[in-house]
């Protein structure tokens, strides 16, 4: 199994800002994706973040608007930049198990954009 | 990209009664995995189940894998066990992200 922390759990942000969230497991693992939540909908796959490499980028995502860093194999962070009320979502980070194909994710990050 | 439909969409049910939810999917899959997520937005992971039949408690899933489809079973529904049930695949190969259906959002009343 995989635990994950995420970090902020929630937040509320003023349009033109931007905030970092942090994902962080508790193992060392290949691969973090991150999906967004937009309200009522399903989730849908930002990015795939592979340690010492560029994010690789959804249609739709661009590494702009998302930045992505994964510094080592246990860590990463996305930035929601520039941000307005339509990133108002729930923002999680999701990892492979080690010995399965089974998925694990973290609690979320709630944000909130005014 | 592999595409996930979740039916019914909705479903409102009687406390104590039993449901059963579908999920099809259109290619061939390493991964199926059933979520529930929460009204604080979590996602528990109820089962992994690329293929067979697996029993937790109330709870059952079952996969056809050669028919491309799951269905996930609810017996003697209770109150909690409302909230927005997912199902999600991975492709064939191994650390590929999950695409996820659209869900289906249960509300199980006293």
């Known amino acids: 199994s995989a635990v994950i922390s995420q970090k902020p759990s929630r937040d509320i942000c003023q349009r033109g800002t931007s905030l970092t969230i942090q994902c962080q497991v508790d193992?060392?693992?290949?691969?973090m994706f991150w999906y967004r939540q937009q309200p009522g909908q399903s989730l849908t796959l930002i990015a795939t973040?592979?340690?010492?490499?560029?994010?690789?980028?959804e249609s739709g995502f661009v590494i702009d608007k998302f930045p992505i860093s994964r510094p080592n194999l246990t860590f990463s962070t996305l930035t929601v930049s520039n941000m307005s009320p339509e990133d108002s979502s729930i923002y999680l980070c999701?990892?492979?198990?080690?010995?399965?194909?089974?998925?694990?994710f973290g609690a979320g990050t709630r944000l909130s954009v005014l | 990209g592999i595409q996930v439909e979740q039916s019914p969409p909705d479903l409102i049910l009687q406390e104590g009664a039993n449901s059963t939810l579908r999920c099809n999917f259109s290619?061939?899959?390493?991964?199926l995995q059933w979520f529930h997520q929460n009204p604080w937005g979590q996602l528990i992971n109820l089962f992994y189940?690329?293929?067979g039949t697996k029993q937790n408690g109330r709870l059952s899933a079952t996969t056809v894998a050669t028919e491309r489809y799951s269905l996930l079973y609810i017996s003697s529904s209770q109150t909690t066990d409302s909230g927005v049930y997912f199902c999600?695949?991975?492709?064939?190969?191994?650390?590929?992200?999950?695409?996820f259906g659209k869900g289906t959002r249960l509300s199980v009343i006293a």
């Open positions: 290619d061939s899959v390493n991964n």
């Open positions: 193992s060392q693992v290949t691969m």
């Open positions: 999600a695949v991975g492709g064939k190969a191994g650390n590929t992200p999950l695409v």
């Open positions: 973040a592979n340690q010492g490499s560029e994010a690789t980028y």
């Open positions: 189940i690329p293929s």
């Open positions: 999701s990892v492979e198990g080690r010995a399965s194909n089974i998925q694990y």
